[in-house]
């Protein structure tokens, strides 16, 4: 059973910064792709920044370019999301995505684990 567990969210004001992180378990993490996607209430899950299996590949939303950064560490079986300059837009409920055995996508529909997902608030 794959498992995987975010954690590092909560209340912000705007400009500040969070980190959030999001360990795998169950399946040997290197062969995954992973993504980290968000929704805000009333709207669609969204896309934010994709890593491929090995970090050298990565990929990002314009609205979060150059003020989110995506890493993992495949040795702790953790991906790891630094949210930086942070906005009010950017509250969400923040979630992270494994794809086994595939490139990463801005595609939620191409992941096949998710976590349970974690609250990030930015206050004006």
């Known amino acids: 059973q794959v498992q995987l567990v975010e954690s590092g969210g909560g209340l912000v004001q705007a400009g500040g910064s969070l980190r959030l992180s999001c360990v795998i378990s169950?399946?040997?993490?290197?062969?995954?792709?992973m993504g980290w996607f968000r929704q805000a209430p009333g709207k669609e899950r969204e896309f934010v920044a994709a890593s491929n299996w090995s970090g050298g590949t990565t990929a990002y939303a314009d609205s979060v370019k150059g003020r989110f950064t995506i890493s993992r560490d495949n040795a702790k079986k953790t991906v790891n999301l630094q949210m930086n300059s942070l906005k009010p837009e950017d509250t969400a409920v923040y979630f992270c995505?494994?794809?086994?055995?595939?490139?990463?996508?801005?595609?939620?529909?191409?992941?096949?684990?998710w976590g349970q997902g974690t609250q990030v608030t930015v206050s004006s």
């Open positions: 995505a494994a794809r086994y055995f595939g490139r990463s996508s801005r595609d939620p529909r191409d992941y096949d684990y």
């Open positions: 169950g399946r040997t993490f290197s062969n995954h792709a």
